[in-house]
T-cell receptor, first 111, second 113 residues
Framework: EDQVTQSPEALRLQEGESSSLNCSYT??????LFWYRQDPGKGPEFLFT???AGEEKEKERLKATLTKKESFLHITAPKPEDSATYLC????????????FGAGTTVTVRA | DTEVTQTPKHLVMGMTNKKSLKCEQH?????MYWYKQKAKKPPELMFV???????INESVPSRFSPECPNSSLLNLHLHALQPEDSALYLC????????????FGPGTRLTVL
């Protein structure tokens, strides 16, 4: 069964203080790794899809990278509006429908 | 239009009530999903529809009944729910089943009294 572990559980940052979130995964044949952002009481917002080791994607202050065992979400010079829970999910093997989610990392950025 | 919409935003119901949640997307996606999310937990998959047919039921109790009237609409009918069913119910869609991102709606916050 696919497993996803995210660390840390919570991250408190000062505005402008760059940091990284980790997503470690165990999957039989990665088909895709997905990053989502979720604000309290709202649905997850899609950020990135990564398919193979070495792949990188960027969007504003966020950059996602992928290795064979983990993915990192780098937040560069964060702003208070980057405060949210960031969810990592994988789809693997012969599964063509199910996303296995990690528990998420809650990021709080103080002004 | 890259949006999934859900109604209502909030729903309070008694254990003997019957209610329905609605989801709509106009992105031409042919796969649609229902998820349940409890506080501080990740979403849990409930049902998957592909080309308007139920493909996956993740052992969900029969008090939850999904329906897909057409390729843009997805309903979740609720009957005789329990207080522990209180949660955020999320709808999502993707172009087809397979390796592609799922786009989520804003959710319906359900409270069962």
């Amino acid at each position: 069964e696919d497993q996803v572990t995210q660390s840390p559980e919570a991250l408190r940052l000062q505005e402008g203080e760059s940091s990284s979130l980790n997503c470690s995964y165990t999957v039989s044949g990665l088909r895709g790794l997905f990053w989502y952002r979720q604000d309290p009481g709202k649905g997850p917002e899609f950020l990135f899809t990564l398919y193979s080791a070495g792949e990188e994607k960027e969007k504003e202050r966020l950059k996602a990278t992928l290795t064979k065992k983990e993915s990192f979400l780098h937040i560069t010079a964060p702003k208070p509006e980057d405060s949210a829970t960031y969810l990592c999910a994988v789809q693997g093997g012969s599964n063509d429908y199910k996303l296995s989610f990690g528990a998420g990392t809650t990021v709080t950025v103080r002004a | 239009d890259t949006e999934v919409t859900q109604t209502p935003k909030h729903l309070v119901m008694g254990m003997t009530n019957k209610k329905s949640l609605k989801c709509e997307q106009h992105m031409g996606h042919r796969a649609m999903y229902w998820y349940k999310q409890k506080a501080k937990k990740p979403p849990e998959l409930m049902f998957v529809y592909s080309y308007e047919k139920l493909s996956i039921n993740e052992s969900v109790p029969s008090r939850f009944s999904p329906e897909c009237p057409n390729s843009s609409l997805l309903n979740l009918h609720l009957h005789a729910l329990q207080p522990e069913d209180s949660a955020l119910y999320l709808c999502a869609s993707s172009p087809i089943l397979g390796v592609n991102e799922q786009f989520f709606g804003p959710g319906t916050r359900l409270t069962v009294l």
